[in-house]
């Protein structure tokens, strides 16, 4: 069955860095592609950037371009985000979706 959980969301200062984790209970994520999407307070969910299922290519929304960088560990089906030079309007609930499933999310809060 599977069952996307995010984790190591957090409070950050501006400038500071988290890595968030997805991991699959169902060992699927080796098998599919998968990406980050994040809903910052009072917006729309947005996507954030995403990475092909052997891991080889990835890509970016404008606004994390060069800041973020998504990974993937196929033999722990687990994906990362690794989030640098944190920003106040990065501050969002952050969720990892694979085709047909998210997951419930974390938060990220980037104080100025």
């Known amino acids: 069955q599977v069952s996307l959980v995010e984790s190591g969301g957090g409070l950050v200062q501006a400038g500071g860095s988290l890595r968030l984790s997805c991991a699959d209970s169902g060992h699927t994520l080796s098998k599919y592609n998968m990406g980050w999407f994040r809903r910052a307070p009072g917006k729309e969910r947005e996507f954030v950037g995403g990475i092909t299922w052997r891991g080889t290519t990835t890509t970016y929304a404008d606004s994390v371009k060069g800041r973020f960088t998504i990974s993937k560990d196929n033999t722990e089906n687990t994906a990362y985000l690794q989030m640098n030079n944190l920003r106040p309007e990065d501050t969002a609930i952050y969720y990892c979706?694979?085709?047909?499933?998210w997951g419930k999310g974390t938060l990220v809060t980037v104080s100025s």
């Open positions: 979706h694979r085709p047909d499933y």
